[in-house]
């Protein structure tokens, strides 16, 4: 059973950055895509990036395009979210997510890490 352990958020002002770590509990790269998801209450869990398996290609969400980048250490099998330019509007609870299938739904994601609350103040 693969597992996803958070860590990082916080709260920063607008304007800062943040980077938020992933660690998977065996080296999943080659299968798994990797995915970053928000939550805020009250609403729908929204995808936020995507890297496909293997490194194969980085997707984003309009609304942070430019401004936030998923990347992984494969050696620490380690998926991050740089996040840039951090708006007030970017608050939420942040998941990662691990999948076989699509990590742009998340009725497809197959393991998800414990969510991590970050706060942007205006």
């Known amino acids: 059973q693969v597992r996803l352990v958070q860590s990082g958020g916080g709260s920063v002002q607008a304007g800062g950055s943040l980077r938020l770590p992933c660690v998977a509990s065996?080296?999943?790269?080659?299968?798994?895509?990797l995915g970053w998801f928000r939550q805020v209450p009250g609403k729908e869990r929204e995808w936020v990036a995507t890297l496909g398996s293997g490194g194969s290609g980085e997707y984003y969400v309009e609304s942070v395009k430019g401004r936030f980048t998923i990347s992984q250490d494969n050696a620490a099998n380690t998926v991050y979210l740089q996040m840039n330019s951090l708006k007030p509007e970017d608050t939420a609870t942040y998941y990662c997510a691990a999948s076989r299938m699509s990590c742009q739904r998340d009725r497809s994601i197959e393991h998800w890490g414990q969510g991590i609350l970050v706060t942007i103040s205006s």
């Open positions: 065996e080296s999943i790269y080659s299968r798994y895509c």
